[in-house]
């Protein structure tokens, strides 16, 4: 055991990352140590970069999604079936936490992704909160945040390259409700929207239409079970055209959207059939407004619209055992082009945003 | 019995209402005439005599909600629970009917009332297709029209007071799952409007705010249910802070609009809590675009909108019903300012356009 | 303030009630006292008193449903919407709780009334554990115990009179989706049926026909909104007979079953119209098997049932809400026949098991 | 062109399949004549020869899911999409039609497998009615009929190899709510059992557990898709545990019961988590009574049981659909021992009914 966390800081919006050396923390009872195998860098971590998230106390150490084998520990800890965790157990944990409890939102309502008391690693934890995110050789555990085992057979680093993309798309799909059966286009090829189409044919979609770009992640996509691409391309009108030719003239039974433009939900409503569902799960940072016409685009087609935030625990729980079982044979690992240590962190950043790679991992 | 219908024929968009003969249709089996008794005047007229409405072979007999006595018959019709009428029934009928029965709408997806084949009273037939439009003082029941009874104690005068706006609203209460402890605000005082704020309260809905215009309407929906009113003068951001003011700063569960305008839509989200429900309803006719943001009005705040087009016989159905018992006690009738004879049609599409009277009803 | 509460104690099954003083408890930051307003005496507590019910660690102080004054606190409270509690605020408290938060029924299926870990004051906490329940001059609050204060106009007179009948029918009245047009049929006249029966009525649903006995029951739950009581004097078949006739002989949408008797899952099978609902919310304790018919009464019948276990805070909540709105002009209070000082709990517990009145209340 | 259908005909219960010739019927517009390719020998028609089923026009002909080509048509049919049907076309059709479009049950209830018009081919009509069953050289399409062309790809010996009991499972796993990451059991490893089981697979379930029997059939659904059998042969306890031990301990979401013994009702239970959900699909005869227990299996465990009846467009659509996607890759031929030519109606019936085989096909 060491004294020091050694950690990849984001010290302010469009700062250079730097590495530094963070306090180890003191371990409460029901806390942990985690000796991090991987953490992913995503797209909310290039919105990080570009300020684009509010209340972020800066400087922080990103990184939300992560893997890691518990170095220490204080008290007991268990998972969600009452077994103990001890030294040394491989583990992911959900990055949403301190989701109150006592609010409407956890208690009323029940849709506690709006709890306004959730706090996130990587995110909305600053380095002076501790070793509080996945940039880092170690991650400290508060008591309460949520830890699971991976199933047997479980590759950390196929968890890792779906991700947090794989967790969202697993609310994504649930919210859509997608079943055997429905026909399901998907807006945006990146980790989401890669993660969405696997996961509805996983569902018994069929098509499962992607539309994206680069070209390389459409063929991508095409081996995680999309059965279709169209390229952005090609006009949207003509893919339209293309999603409606697929569907008997129709429409999809339901649109995920997953690519963060504005302009993606009037698509969306032009791609969905009369009655039919579409999920907006991609628009996670405000990039403008953009025009729908409430007549032809939503009364008179009788569709519904359902906004989709964040991912609570079942998602997380859910999303590993997929991966353990149904989705073990899809080809995840592919999306990670390439593995950096905690001084290329910047790099992999770099990487993300330029779209070179669909997703870069940090194993420190 | 005669040989001839007597009509209010609009004969094209802008042009003034004529009083026209039309000859008495040869009844097949399973057809009728009824006397009319009461046709309604709404929105949906005013929108046929702008032209705003695609497809409708002018000229035509407007009036799709309407009630009369069976004045002749063939055959046999039986009511939903196979009691036969006979002739001098009071009746009313589901103006859209010819819903196919064999497309994919009416079978797989069951959403009917995008059935592509749906034919409607006094509005998609016209005058050469016979007199099937209420303005007139017989209308032909062709061959599968929908008649229903009213059950013992409700008044046709209630019933044509309610007319399309309480049909229209027993299918937005439905698609909003409008429940016991439900809060809801309805934008819009029309004849939707006023029905859906009616009809919320009647399933168990605190508070019920309205908001719309003019005062006297606000007034008005205060007698039928609606907890709380405001005025359209009263600026946007302060109606969506009145309506936080009464929702322990959340926004209401479900809201129901029937305001038609554009804004209406953006508008709902503002004053939907999070994860809460926004149908649109009145957006009938095309009446532009709006802008939306759907990062903060639809992604983060996990809101569903749900599009809500025409009605089936369930929602007929369940709205003589519902007059019949729950809603017997509230003055629908005032919803009525004055009734006209087929002669003063024209006067009395001008009085609703107007905005003169909630709604008017032609007693030929 | 004092150093003892004095409570009602049931020693164990069979036994007389005695009175006892317990030690005051030290308070925990989160935690308060209640000075005891009311508290009930429900049919849980003869099912305690007659050692039906499984892990009771008697002696008990009975009591889960209560009302009291904030007499002491430590530390902040808060409510739902995270307004602070002050001594001498009048409060009501879920009592269900420590629901872990960290289950699979807490966290995967999201159905908390599942949760091994929760705790109910007056049924599974003894008197060793402190003054856990509400038959006592002072109740323990707990830290993480959910209280709510009356929404303005609520006399807690009236809220005890509905009581943990009230909480339970908003779980089964949401639990069978009643709403605005639906036929209802409560089997049971005790205090679930009732509240059942009037929030049914509330929910706009027509007819709401109660099943039950004795006379004087069917009596007051008609001046609670049942349309129609048929006694169990008549024979089930001429009872279901009579409710297909309300219902154009079908059976009615939905059936609530409040009774405990066995006998009453077959009856709602029967009174229930083809693909129509049964809740099952009456079957508390276990009273033995009973016969159906899977093919008659479940699956030709395209039925779905449901059953209704213990309440969450969603329901406590809107339990509240209601009484303060849309329940406050039925006569609850009608349901108490007699208020029982500590002293005379023994008696108020007798009159409740002999049926002589619907719910008896103690208040200190 | 022949005058005469060639029909396998059950003139009683219990009696000897006959062949018979029947008069070609008049072809009214709108109707067609199929010639025949494949019709099923299923548990139905097992039942029918039981005389276990109310009103049967005995003698009938039986077979009710049938593929032929279009030999004759009067008029013009069309698909769900509106596209011609021309002589020459290999298709099927859903059994059931008539359903009237007019009752409580088709308009607002939408249930309209519970429609009592509804006329199934092979079953409720009589020879007398004409060539209206599977088991004959030729089929008469009544106008109305709903037919489906083939997608491409998809071999009419592949559909008729799933057959009723896909259609059957495609509404089972429907009503469960069968979706990604939950947990299923199957009992009975019939024909609808075991395509509930591969369509569950489909449908992303895991584990996908049938109980059932003798182990071919078990050895066969292995194929199909189930990740686990265990036998009948295993006492209940037993299995239970199995299913809890597959399940952390708790149960499975979705039990589908597709066996028919009334005891599997209760057993169904018993595998079941608490809040999942049972599907009774199987029970489509009267075996009698069998006993649950209303708190333990029912209202404590807060789970929720849906009888399943019949199928409708949706259904049969939605089964040809998957066979052309999602399930081609499956063995279904696997099901199909044999070939039985017309005269050999009465062996396939009787090896059916030994359960020699898991089905039979009838190859005129």
């Known amino acids: 055991m060491t004294d020091k966390v050694r950690a990849a800081v984001m010290t302010a919006p469009r700062a250079p990352i730097e590495l530094r050396e963070i306090p180890w923390p003191a371990l409460e009872p029901g806390s942990a ?12 971590d290039v919105h990080l970069h570009h300020g684009k998230l509010a209340g972020v106390p800066y400087p922080i150490i990103p990184g939300h999604v992560s893997v890691g084998e518990i170095a220490a520990m204080r008290g007991e800890l268990r998972d969600v079936h009452g077994v103990p965790f001890k030294e040394g157990d491989m583990v992911t944990f959900l990055d949403v936490h301190e989701t109150c ?52 057979g479980v ?3 196929l968890f890792i390259a779906g991700g947090c993309g794989l967790v969202t798309s697993i609310h994504a799909v649930e919210r859509g409700e997608v079943s055997l059966g429905k026909s399901v286009a998907v807006l945006g090829a990146g980790p989401v929207g890669i993660a969405a189409a696997a996961l509805a044919r996983l569902a018994g979609a069929h098509p499962v239409i992607v539309i994206g770009a680069p070209q390389g992640r459409l063929d991508f996509v095409a081996t995680m079970g999309a059965t279709h691409g169209i390229s952005l391309d090609v006009p949207h009108e003509e893919r339209a055209a293309q999603v409606r030719a697929l569907t008997n003239g129709r429409g999809v039974d339901v649109v995920i ?12 409503l032009d791609l ?39 991912c609570d625990f079942s998602h997380f729980y859910r999303a590993v055992a997929v991966l ?28 993300v945003e330029r779209r070179d790679v669909i997703k870069a991992v940090i194993a420190p």
């Open 257 to 268: 959207e997953a690519a963060g433009d504005p302009r993606a939900l009037p698509q969306a």
């Open 155 to 157: 590759d950390p680093a």
């Open 33 to 44: 140590m985690l000796r991090t195998r991987f953490s992913e860098v995503c797209g909310t």
């Open 101 to 152: 409890g006592k609010c409407y939102e956890c208690l009323v309502t029940k849709q506690t992704t709006r709890c306004a008391k959730r706090k996130v690693y990587g995110i909305t934890y600053g380095v002076a909160d501790g070793p509080l995110g996945g940039w880092a050789d170690h991650i400290w555990m508060k008591p309460g945040v949520k830890l699971l085992r991976f199933p047997k």
């Open 324 to 351: 353990g079982e149904q989705g073990k044979s899809l080809p995840w690992a592919g999306a990670v082009s390439e593995r950096y240590t905690l001084e290329r962190a910047g790099e992999a950043l770099a990487a």
């Open 272 to 310: 969905v059939r009369d009655g039919g569902r579409v999920v907006i799960a991609g628009q996670y940072t405000d990039s403008g407004d953009v025009s729908v016409n409430p007549h032809s685009q939503v009364n008179r087609k009788h569709v519904e619209i359902r906004g989709c935030w964040g």
